[in-house]
DNA sequence: AAGTGGTCTAGACCACTTC
DNA sequence: AAGTGGTCTAGACCACTTC
């Protein structure tokens, strides 16, 4: 691990316990650097990193700010902001609840001109073509369309469709998941659709259509996932 | 401006005319140091922000290599990977599209207990209420409900909101907006707005709820936005 | 004038990949 | 063994705010 992520776990934790509550001065740069005997370079990393995630802002000339929390917004003791990227599966049992998956569809073609072109592969190489319901607490929470490269994801088996395919994609394959680019619109259902979320055919979906890297750059999935009941999406920007 | 913005720019430039084309590796680090005579901190800071807007990956022990874009990305010369905090005005008038408001209300009152606490004001004080419709080249794009803190941003006139609010704030005022924390859910639009933004009623929109934050950590902006014609929301996210 | 955060340097050491 | 990016140091200088 390092320096500047513990200072960032340690630092995160004086906020959720109130030892810096909401619009409290943090102790300044130069303080900090002496109480976890590092460098100022450290402690900007690890003060960017928090920044990035919304829970102090920084001011040139004046210090380093708690931020006030909006209501229900919960500090997590993990890297990711809003638990983009660590998977479905992971993302939910964190935090106790129960993931079912039903798998719809499960086969391999040829992908379409424009999914070969997202995954940056050829029209004749092979995808994997797979239609989940994810249902977390008895509840049919999303419709997910994956399409990953057989090259890249070798010996993919239902059994880590039911259950985590990032997990596969991790730990047994060792491959290390990089970013996503993602794109956000809301739609309507189709009658099938509808159907396997248990819902009307007039409630509108979130829409997440997904590309996502591995650390060498190669695309491993374009998904298309139609989110129900509400479902939101969370993000900080930077001026 | 910084030395690394320098660079971001002018590797910018250099990705989008070819110079670096896609999946090619780019200088290592030591060597953009001699070419920028520069710290390979900066280096490093330059290609963590290139980093952060999905133009190259970085893989410790084998160097630094241009994304391959998706049909259809522009690379931006401006900082904003999305142009999130540009403000509506000026993320189209920079593409040259015509802009037009209608405001449907402009008015002060008190915060509802939510607002006040999204605000971190207190119910009793004043708020203006601001609804307008945002036309796009003659196409209605969005509906948005806007609060704002009249003790932060006084002297709010019509002519303001029929252009843009954000230059006011920042040219006027003087105030540095800082970020914002989005959640982004799909939505049916009210009959009333159906007709504002001239839908039908079975068009779903991606609704759009911010906080806005200036530089001294106060939120200056509590705003939903429903978005037509479906609009859609970038975003990059890492590991 | 004193304190603050932001940027930058020259150099070190490390884990990792093999250009 | 050589090259790569990532982290970190001790210290400098700067623009900015006034703790």
Do not use: W
Not at 77 to 99: I, L, W, Y
Not at 129 to 157: A, F, H
Request: include cysteine; proline fraction near 4%.
């Amino acid at each position: 691990m390092n320096k500047y992520d513990l200072i960032v776990q340690d630092i995160k934790q004086d906020i959720s316990l109130g030892t810096y509550p909401a619009y409290s001065r943090l102790p300044s740069v130069a303080q900090l650097c002496q109480q976890y005997e590092v460098s100022k370079i450290t402690i900007n990393k690890a003060l960017e990193v928090l920044e990035q995630q919304g829970l102090i802002f920084r001011r040139k000339g004046s210090g380093t700010f708690v931020k006030k929390l909006e209501e229900g917004t919960q500090i997590r003791p993990s890297k990711e902001v809003s638990g983009q990227m660590e998977g479905f599966m992971a993302e939910h049992t964190a935090r106790g609840e129960r993931v079912k998956s039903i798998v719809y569809t499960f086969e391999v073609q040829h992908p379409s001109e424009y999914i070969a072109k997202a995954l940056d592969i050829s029209p004749e190489d092979f995808v994997y073509r797979i239609v989940r319901v994810r249902i977390v607490d008895d509840v049919s929470q999303v419709i997910e369309y994956t399409y990953m490269p057989i090259g890249l994801i070798p010996n993919l088996k239902m059994k880590h469709l039911e259950h985590s395919i990032y997990a596969y994609i991790e730990n047994t394959l060792e491959l290390r998941i990089a970013n996503a680019h993602r794109v956000i619109r809301a739609v309507m259902p189709t009658t099938l659709e509808a159907e396997r979320l248990s819902i009307t055919p007039n409630e509108p979906l979130l829409e997440v259509e997904q590309i996502g890297y591995i650390d060498d750059g190669r695309a491993f999935e374009y998904s298309v996932a139609r989110h129900a009941h509400g479902y939101e999406f969370m993000t900080i920007s930077m001026h």
